[in-house]
């Protein structure tokens, strides 16, 4: 039998997708540049995106990962997405729920490479909340995404597996693509990924093949729910509405973003990107510490802000655990009033007393939240 024959369709779908980007990818990269201004490979992203800026501009407007500015940033405008229209989408449990009711999806934190602690962690979570959403750290490595997402499933959680262009070629991107689309999950945060920082894993190198938005398209195109960051309060701060529409345009449609350092620019963000022509739904994140190392690992995050009188009442508490869970129960209901929110992202390490004694601080948070009504 011919190999195409034999091709299922997801495969058939890859491949003419790479034949696509690697005829077009020069004409690409030459409409991009003229919307926008420098861009990847010719004129200094070291992270070669092609529909940026990402979340880690500094305030100055230059690169997290080079002394220079931003090429994307300092064109104030948003490269417009040039790709293949997405297919229809398909049935999504999660985002069902979220139409009639708030969802919670909570970062799962577990020890690397322990299975019997990711059993662990999601048998005290996965009751509290609607997802877990597992995410990818520059040093600190883990399962496969399909052996975590299987582990998950196992113990009755559901997963929402983060996909980081940082550490894998296009190759391995569209096989764990595959792999999450067999096993089956909630859904796929597409991101490009952090600058690995200095230091870090020196012998490995950092891939960038393709940036976030690409990979939502990858995703969406397999039949999985592509879920996109945003960071409002990242500079440049104009562009990020505009910038989370051309994600949709690819195939996102879901937008977990970044914390902000009020409600009032939560709203203001949500209300920019809907007048922009944004209309996937909202997950706000809620930050979950109780102690300074859980606040300090938040507040270090690019493109993250935290309200610091907020932060130091619960350290100056008498019980900061139950501070911290009350605080981010407050910020999660505050969050969940702004018109385009349906959930929040209950993010953050929780505690620095281990990560079973985090999960029961989260899923805490999650039942208040949610009232008993998760699954």
């Not at 195939?251 to 620019?265: E, I, K, P, T, Y």
């Not at 390490?349 to 998760?374: D, L, T």
Request: charged letters at 20%; glycine letters at 10%.
């Amino acid at each position: 039998m011919p190999a195409t024959a034999r091709c299922t369709p997801l495969r058939r779908l890859i491949l003419r997708i790479g034949l696509r980007d690697g005829l077009a990818g020069r004409a690409a990269r030459g409409r991009a540049r003229s919307q926008t201004g420098p861009v990847p490979e010719d004129d200094g992203c070291p992270k070669r995106m092609e529909y940026g800026p990402c979340g880690g501009v500094r305030p100055d407007l230059t690169c997290e990962m080079a002394a220079h500015p931003c090429p994307f940033a300092v064109g104030g405008e948003v490269v417009a997405w040039h790709g293949e229209e997405p297919p229809a989408p398909g049935p999504s449990a999660l985002l069902e729920r979220a139409r009639t009711r708030p969802v919670v999806l909570t970062d799962l934190t577990v020890r690397p490479f322990d299975a019997a602690n990711v059993r662990a962690v999601t048998r005290i979570l996965a009751g509290s909340c609607d997802a877990l959403l597992v995410g990818e750290h520059h040093g600190r490595p883990d399962f496969p995404p399909a052996l975590m997402a299987t582990l998950i499933r196992d113990m009755g959680g559901q997963p929402v597996i983060t996909l980081s262009c940082r550490d894998r070629n296009r190759v391995v991107l569209e096989q764990e693509v595959a792999g999450l689309a067999e096993v089956g999950v909630a859904g796929v945060l597409c991101v490009t990924g952090d600058g690995r920082a200095p230091g870090v894993r020196l012998g490995a190198t950092q891939v960038f093949d393709v940036d976030g938005t690409r990979l939502a398209a990858l995703a969406a195109a397999a039949g999985l729910v592509a879920a996109v960051p945003e960071a409002p309060d990242a500079p440049p701060v104009p562009i990020r509405p505009a910038r989370l529409r051309e994600k949709q345009r690819a195939g996102a449609r879901l937008a977990v973003l970044n914390h902000v350092g009020s409600v009032d620019r939560l709203a203001a963000f949500a209300a920019a990107a809907r007048a922009a022509g944004a209309t996937v739904p909202l997950v706000a994140g809620v930050a979950v510490y109780t102690d300074e190392h859980s606040a300090s690992v938040l507040q270090r995050f690019p493109g993250l802000h935290l309200d610091p009188e907020q932060v130091d009442a619960v350290l100056r508490a008498p019980d900061p655990v139950a501070a911290g869970i009350a605080a981010a129960v407050a910020e999660a209901r505050a969050l969940l009033a702004v018109d385009g929110v349906v959930g929040v992202n209950l993010s953050g390490s929780a505690s620095a007393r281990g990560v079973e004694f985090a999960a029961g601080i989260k899923a805490e948070v999650g039942r208040r939240i949610s009232g008993g009504r998760a699954t």
